[in-house]
């Protein structure tokens, strides 16, 4: 018996290919102008702290994170970590997380013509703690982890059930080697999605659906307790200081708390950060999830998110899991924002997914809901619209007026502090 999130078989006539073509288009070409602005005016230099994450890799032994840096060493050699040669890395690792996002929405609007698909599409290219939050990290590694993330969930909607599930669990084992945080910023909403995928295919075979997501899930996990128990250098800390600050164009005052973030342990992450607490941005924090959740739910009830039990608890249990990062770091309001670009994500591939009737009515039941719904929901969008995404280091900014499309103050990019560095080596 087929699950009501099954997508149904029906066919359309050239009048109809054609909608579905223009649909496709219009959205591609709204997505690329929101993020086009974002890229051109919010990007700025590379701090030493992301600059220093690029140097990271494995000649003193297995650390965690190393592995872009490895990369780059191997691919580029020494030159590869010049502080210029990273501007033009980052500017095309953007580029490609833009692309790929503008891409991802282009295959739901050409599963699924609808105006609501291009509303959370366009929310996701807008509201600050989504896309946007990629564009004020500009040089992070992470935004690597992210395009894996988007690649598990497009092969969980749009490949083999076999091949999703081992698409997923390969590109989730990598991520975990990027930033180990993966495991709590988008790994459950990827085995969500893919949860989504198996309970809308009401005929697949018992097995697959009885073990594939735990099976999916398996190696991810190992991975985890891979980099989090073996992930700490070996060398006395005098010895990494060293090495490390031979590596880079920035005195050790100047490097934060980079230099201590490979070698020191969960209790020293936990004393640092009890000694770093900002009040405002855990709060800030716990009102983007809420916000976020806020949103998804009246998306999802309209769509009929009751049809998908197994991946409704996964995604938005796993807008929560930011919360146990609050105790081992201080970025609490980036870690946060991931919850609300997950669940964007997320509602596009249960759009996809669904029926087309229900699918063209659940704009009509979003809009019928009285009211007090209709003004939390305004809220919701407006606080993630405006929301700050400052350091979480330091005292919180308050938010820019309609920073996600302009910010007055960004500069494009510029150089770094110390404008000799750029003709400084920070690798080998």
């Known amino acids: 018996m087929r699950s009501s999130l099954a997508s149904p078989e029906y066919h359309v006539g050239i009048a109809g290919v054609r909608v579905r073509a223009t649909m496709a288009a219009v959205g591609m070409l709204l997505i690329s102008f929101a993020l086009s602005l974002q890229f051109f005016y919010k990007i700025g230099e590379i701090d030493p702290f992301v600059v220093m994450s690029w140097t990271w890799d494995y000649s003193l032994g297995f650390v965690r994170r190393g592995l872009p840096g490895e990369l780059l060493d191997l691919l580029a050699g020494g030159a590869g970590n010049e502080y210029r040669n990273l501007v033009v890395l980052s500017s095309a690792m953007l580029a490609v997380l833009v692309l790929a996002y503008g891409l991802f929405v282009t295959s739901i609007l050409r599963h699924r013509p609808s105006a609501l698909v291009l509303i959370v599409a366009l929310a996701g290219a807008l509201l600050e703690p989504a896309i946007p939050i990629f564009i004020r990290m500009f040089g992070r590694p992470e935004q ?6 988007l690649l598990a969930c497009h092969a969980a909607v749009a490949c083999d059930r076999r091949l999703a599930c081992a698409v997923l669990a390969a590109a989730c084992s990598l991520a975990m080697f990027i930033h180990e945080g993966f495991l709590f910023f988008h790994f459950p909403t990827a085995l969500g999605v893919l949860a989504m995928r198996l309970d809308a295919d009401g005929g697949s075979p018992h097995p697959i659906r009885r073990f594939a997501v735990p099976l999916a899930a398996a190696v991810p996990i190992l991975c985890f307790a891979a980099v989090e128990w073996l992930g700490s250098p070996s060398v006395p800390k005098p010895v990494w200081d060293a090495h490390w600050l031979f590596r880079t164009p920035y005195a050790l005052h100047e490097s934060g708390n980079s ?19 900002w009040p405002l941005a855990a709060v800030l924090s716990v009102l983007i999830i809420g916000a ?4 998804a739910r009246t998306l999802w009830s309209a769509i009929g998110r009751i049809a998908v039990p197994r991946a409704a608890a996964l995604c938005f249990g796993s807008c929560y899991t930011p919360l146990l990062m609050f105790g081992i770091g201080v970025d609490y309001i980036r870690w946060s924002s991931f919850t609300a670009l997950n669940m964007l994500v997320a509602s596009l591939c249960l759009l996809r997914l669904s029926p087309v009737p229900v699918l063209e ?3 009509t039941r979003i809009c019928e809901h009285g009211l007090p719904r209709h003004a939390l929901n305004g809220l919701a969008f407006l606080f993630l619209l405006l929301t700050p995404l400052a350091s979480n280091t330091g005292p919180t900014r308050l938010p820019e007026a309609f920073g996600c499309l302009y910010n007055p103050s960004g500069t494009g990019l510029t150089a770094p502090r110390h404008p000799e560095s750029c003709l400084r080596t920070v690798g080998r």
Do not use: W
């Not at 690597?144 to 993330?149: G, I, M, N, V």
């Not at 230099?259 to 607490?277: D, E, P, Q, W």
């Open 259 to 277: 230099l201590a973030v490979h070698h020191r342990g969960l209790a020293g992450n936990i004393r640092y950060t009890l000694g770093n607490f």
């Open 292 to 295: 976020a959740t806020v949103l």
């Open 361 to 363: 009515s659940a704009l």
């Open 144 to 149: 690597l982890s992210f395009l894996l993330f």
